[in-house]
C-alpha cells in the first residue's frame, strides 16, 4: 500500500519478524520461512530437559544471527524494540538498544519451551507474558499512528481443535503427531527411547479425552495470552487492529509460514480503506 512504519515493536515472534523488517532483512526471512519443511524444523531445536525448557534455544540464536544478525538495536535502519518478560519480578523489559539477538531470543522464550535467557542479572521470558501486542511501547517510542498485528484473536482452544479434527481422520491407534515427536526424542539420544511410544502418549494425551503435556501448555499460553491482549488492547488501543485468523496454525507448525503469511495479505486487505483513512 505504499505505507512504511518509522516505528516496529514486538513480543515473541513479532519481536523476530519485526527485528527482521528493521534489519531489511524481511524478504529474505520470507523466502527462507516459505521454504521449511517439518524435518528441517525437527534440526534447529537442540532438545533437552537441563535448561529451564524442552528447547535450549542455541539454535535458535544463531538462526537469527544468520537471517538478521547480531547488530545493535541503535544502529538499525529504522526504530525499533522488542518486548521480553523478568521471570523473577513479573515485569515487562523493553529492549530499545543493545543486542538484537539477544532481545528477539528473550523476547521468544515461551515458558517451558524454551529456555530463559539471561541478561544483565535478570531471567527472560516471553514478552507475550506481559505485552503480547506492545501498542505501549510504540507510542512511548513517539508513534502517532499505531497499527497492531494481533495474532491472539480466535487461538484458544485451537490446539484442542486441532486434535480432534485429526483423531477423527487417524488410521491407526497411534496418538496424533506420534511420527513428529518420534523424530523429536531421537535427538534426546536416551536410553528411554524404546518407551517412546508411553512416553507420547503422556505427551500428547492418552485418548481423544485425555489433553497431552503439550496441548495443555499450549493451550494454558493462548488463554493467558488472549486475556492479556484483550485487557491491554482495551486500556490503551491501537489506531487500527489486524487481526488474521490463525486457528488452523500449531505453536511449532513453523512450515506453515506460507499459509499465514497469506492470511495476512488477506487481513491487511480487508482493511484496506480504514488504513488508509487514519494513516493519510
Given at each position: ?29 520470507e ?7 517439518r524435518k528441517?524444523?525437527i ?8 535448561g529451564?525448557?524442552?528447547i ?8 537469527v ?16 524494540a ?14 530499545r538498544d ?13 515458558p517451558?519451551l ?12 516471553d ?13 512511548a517510542?513517539?508513534a502517532?499512528v499505531v ?16 486434535k480432534?479434527?485429526k ?11 506420534l ?11 536416551l ?21 497431552g ?9 493462548n ?22 485468523r490463525?486457528?488452523?496454525?500449531g505453536?511449532?507448525?513453523?512450515d ?20 488508509e483513512?487514519?494513516?493519510?
Amino acid at each position: 500500500m505504499g505505507i512504511e512504519p518509522d516505528i516496529v515493536a514486538g513480543s515473541s515472534i513479532g519481536a523476530l519478524i519485526g527485528a527482521a523488517y528493521a534489519s531489511d532483512q524481511l524478504d529474505e526471512l520470507e523466502r527462507w520461512c516459505r521454504s521449511l519443511n517439518r524435518k528441517e524444523i525437527i534440526g534447529y531445536l537442540d532438545f533437552g530437559f537441563l535448561g529451564g525448557g524442552l528447547i535450549q534455544g542455541e539454535r535458535l540464536s544463531n538462526l537469527v544471527r544468520d537471517k538478521i544478525g547480531d547488530h545493535e538495536i541503535e544502529s538499525l535502519s529504522k526504530a525499533f524494540a522488542a518486548v521480553a518478560t523478568d521471570l523473577k519480578t513479573g515485569q515487562e523489559v523493553w529492549f530499545r538498544d543493545g543486542p538484537i539477538l539477544k532481545s528477539v531470543r528473550a523476547s521468544m522464550a515461551i515458558p517451558g519451551l524454551f529456555s530463559p535467557v539471561q541478561f544483565e542479572g535478570q531471567w527472560l521470558v516471553d514478552g507475550g507474558l506481559t505485552n503480547p501486542v506492545p501498542v505501549s511501547l510504540c507510542r512511548a517510542m513517539g508513534a502517532e499512528v499505531v497499527i497492531a498485528v494481533n495474532l491472539n484473536s480466535d487461538i484458544v482452544g485451537k490446539h484442542s481443535r486441532q486434535k480432534t479434527d485429526k483423531r477423527e481422520k487417524a488410521t491407526d491407534s497411534e496418538p496424533v503427531g506420534l511420527e513428529f515427536f518420534g523424530s523429536v526424542l531421537t535427538s534426546f539420544k536416551l536410553g528411554f527411547y524404546e518407551n517412546k511410544k508411553s512416553l507420547l502418549s503422556k505427551l500428547l494425551g492418552e485418548n481423544a479425552e485425555s489433553p497431552g503435556v503439550f496441548e495443555v501448555m499450549a493451550s494454558s499460553i493462548n488463554i493467558m495470552q488472549d486475556r492479556i491482549t484483550r485487557a491491554r488492547m482495551a486500556g490503551d488501543p491501537p489506531d487500527i487492529n489486524l487481526s488474521p485468523r490463525l486457528s488452523k496454525i500449531g505453536l511449532l507448525e513453523f512450515d506453515k509460514a506460507g499459509e499465514a503469511i497469506e492470511e495476512g495479505i488477506e487481513c491487511a486487505r480487508s482493511m484496506r480503506s480504514r488504513i488508509e483513512d487514519v494513516v493519510r
